[in-house]
T-cell receptor, first 111, second 114 residues
């Protein structure tokens, strides 16, 4: 069974710092990997989707990388802002349909 | 923009009641999903549907059933609600080409069973 792990579980940084969130998965036979953001009590907002054949994707201050052979992905956030405070979830599409989720990294960016 | 809507943001029901959670998507997606999210357990798949009237069990289908009579609508049914079904329920949809597209989520329904 595909297991997805996110480290760290929580992170607090001062505004302006660059930061990296980590995601690892046990089975490298994935279709794609998706990063989401979740604000308290809300649904999930898709941030980036990386296909299994891709190495990275960028959107604004966000950059996600994928190393399928080692079962790892990172989400890089540049010049963090208080508005980036949220929980970030990593999910892999393993079976072709549903996603397997990590438990998330809770990020707090302090002014 | 893709829009996934859920019928209620908050719902309070009594033990033993039959509960219906509705999800509607407006992008003609073939695939629809129901997850539940619990602290410490993360998101877990309950059921998914890859076509009208088609359904597949996810990781935790016990105590739930689903209905998909129209392409845009996917309903989750709690036949007899129990307190351990208190949770955040999230619906998602995705286009039909297997594995190639991102999932879009609704705002969630916070269900409390008393």
């Amino acid at each position: 069974k595909q297991e997805v792990t996110q480290i760290p579980a929580a992170l607090s940084v001062p505004e302006g710092e660059n930061l990296v969130l980590n995601c690892s998965f046990t089975d490298s036979a994935i279709y794609n990997l998706q990063w989401f953001r979740q604000d308290p009590g809300k649904g999930l907002t898709s941030l980036l989707l990386i296909q299994s054949s891709q190495r990275e994707q960028t959107s604004g201050r966000l950059n996600a990388s994928l190393d399928k052979s080692s079962g790892r992905s990172t989400l890089y956030i540049a010049a963090s802002q208080p508005g980036d405070s949220a929980t970030y979830l990593c999910a892999v599409c393993h079976s072709g349909y549903a996603l397997n989720f990590g438990k998330g990294t809770s990020l707090l960016v302090t002014p | 923009d893709v829009k996934v809507t859920q019928s209620s943001r908050y719902l309070v029901k009594r033990t033993g009641e039959k509960v219906f959670l509705e999800c509607v998507q407006d992008m003609d997606h073939e695939n629809m999903f129901w997850y539940r999210q619990d602290p410490g357990l993360g998101l877990r798949l309950i059921y998914f549907s890859y076509d009208v009237k088609m359904k597949e069990k996810g990781d935790i289908p016990e105590g739930y059933s689903v209905s998909r009579e129209k392409k845009e609508r996917f309903s989750l049914i709690l036949e007899s609600a129990s307190t351990n079904q208190t949770s955040m329920y999230l619906c998602a949809s995705r286009p039909g080409l297997a594995g190639s597209y991102e999932q879009y989520f609704g705002p969630g329904t916070r269900l409390t069973v008393t």
